[in-house]
């Protein structure tokens, strides 16, 4: 197994056990992270985002596969089944993952998943009415980073 392929590794089996830290860990200080809810984390952020994701998580269940990895970039498949503490309401989340390195750490880290079927899980009728919109996905992401810049505030 390479080195980078032990990386992604490390880090979903930190996420399985809902490690923020030791996620953290593995993201190189100039790390960028995107997805459909946090399109665009530098820094410290994408850190900071599992900190506060695996924080507050109550029930939930990780699983991760097909991690490979090719020179300076790698891919992983996961599955998030959990609540969603704002509505209450059970999710289960299919994503897949790509990443490049930098001095042995993540550089660039991207998840992609629809983010319609999320949001249609998530948050129930509006989700449903309006997951497909870029309304209710500005107004989700718009949420989100003001929860992560409040998490980070508090916890660093």
């Not at 997805?35 to 990780?62: C, K, N, Q, Y």
């Not at 991760?64 to 503490?85: I, K, L, M, P, R």
Request: net charge negative.
């Amino acid at each position: 197994m390479s080195d980078h392929t032990e990386l992604i590794t490390r880090f979903y089996q930190a996420f399985a056990e809902r490690d923020g830290e030791a996620m953290a860990a593995c993201y190189h200080p100039e790390a960028t992270f995107s997805d459909p809810v946090f399109p665009s984390l530098h820094g410290r952020e994408p850190g900071g985002m599992w900190r506060m994701l695996t924080a507050r998580a109550s029930d939930l269940e990780i699983r991760f596969s097909d991690v490979s990895s090719d020179g300076d970039s790698g891919t992983a498949h996961w599955d998030a089944d959990y609540t969603f503490a704002a509505t209450g309401r059970y999710v289960k989340n299919s994503i897949d993952a790509k990443f490049t390195f930098k001095d042995g750490l993540i550089h660039t880290h991207v998840d992609d998943f629809d983010f319609w079927s999320w949001s249609r899980q998530a948050l129930g009728v509006p989700g449903v009415l309006l997951g497909w919109t870029p309304i209710l996905k500005n107004k989700v992401q718009g949420q989100a980073s003001a929860q992560l810049q409040k998490f980070m505030a508090k916890h660093g």
